[in-house]
């Protein structure tokens, strides 16, 4: 791909993950994402039906009147996308649909002021950009996912979720987006989840979701070159793993923006 095409893809991505995120999904987002806690703002003198567990009695005592303390919800978010670029997602079909669920949940991020950071890993991390506000930081995200190619082979889900933890203490918004195509990470996502908001979001194509019975099948894997033969005789075998939490699945034949939509709608619950 020529640069000019190159920037041409990133523009033309940018534009429909915007129209995409003000269409349906930036309001939803505000409705469950509505940030970390209450802040203390003021005092008031006290009316009636006011919460007594809100009075300030030092205040009181010394104004020899009742007031009250006022609170703002804490709007600061940081929204972290994680997103798999392993050779096992290097098609176009997936990785087309990993970067316009990515560049719509950042435009969401940000069009609701919240900051948004993207980790971009392999059997490594390849790319990290730390949260931030704003457009820009829409742009930069979208031309990383569509940018960075693996300089790693494997998948390291594990990796990239004690990257995570390192460098974000305190709880975020986790978008982890893979194929899941990966073993022993079981531990770490529930740690993650302990912790976290962790939102796990599947890319599954179904003509790799299955093995149909009654064929002899030569199958490369992308990440090892390895070939390997296999012979299904008894019975349709599912390569989708059961995980040990729960995920949004997205299949690359289907419009995402149906299912983000019933997951917001869901209130954020999967």
């Not at 129209?19 to 409705?31: D, K, L, Q, T």
């Not at 003198?45 to 919800?73: F, L, N, P």
């Not at 790319?127 to 820009?136: A, C, D, E, M, V």
Request: with cysteine; proline share 2%.
């Amino acid at each position: 791909m020529t640069k000019e095409e190159l920037l041409k893809k990133i523009k033309k991505l940018n534009i429909k993950t915007k129209a995409v995120a003000n269409e349906f999904f930036v309001g939803n987002y505000r409705s469950i994402f509505k940030g970390n806690g209450m802040e203390f703002s003021d005092v008031r003198k006290y009316e009636v039906g006011d919460d007594v567990k809100r009075i300030d009695w030092k205040t009181s005592a010394r104004q020899r009147k009742t007031y009250v303390k006022e609170y703002e919800e804490e709007r600061e978010l940081s929204i972290f996308l994680i997103v798999d670029i392993s050779l096992s997602n290097n098609f176009r079909n997936k990785e087309d649909l990993i970067a316009q669920i990515s560049g719509s949940l950042a435009y969401s991020g940000c069009e609701n002021g919240d900051n948004v950071g993207l980790i971009l890993f392999s059997d490594k991390v390849e790319k990290f950009i730390p949260p931030q506000k704003g457009r820009n930081q829409t742009l930069k995200i979208i031309d990383s996912l569509l940018n960075t190619k693996p300089s790693g082979r494997g998948t390291d889900i594990s990796l990239a979720l004690n990257f995570l933890r390192k460098i974000k203490k305190t709880h975020s918004i986790i978008f982890l987006i893979s194929d899941f195509l990966d073993n022993n990470f079981e531990k770490q996502l529930k740690i993650t989840a302990k912790q976290h908001t962790l939102i796990p979001i599947r890319i599954i194509d179904r003509k790799f979701e299955s093995l149909p019975k009654g064929f002899l099948f030569t199958l490369k894997d992308s990440e090892t070159g390895e070939d390997i033969i296999v012979g299904n005789f008894k019975e349709n075998i599912n390569f989708q793993e059961s995980l040990p939490i729960k995920t949004l699945d997205i299949y690359t034949d289907e419009d995402y923006t149906k299912t983000l939509m019933k997951f917001f709608k869901r209130g954020g619950k999967l």
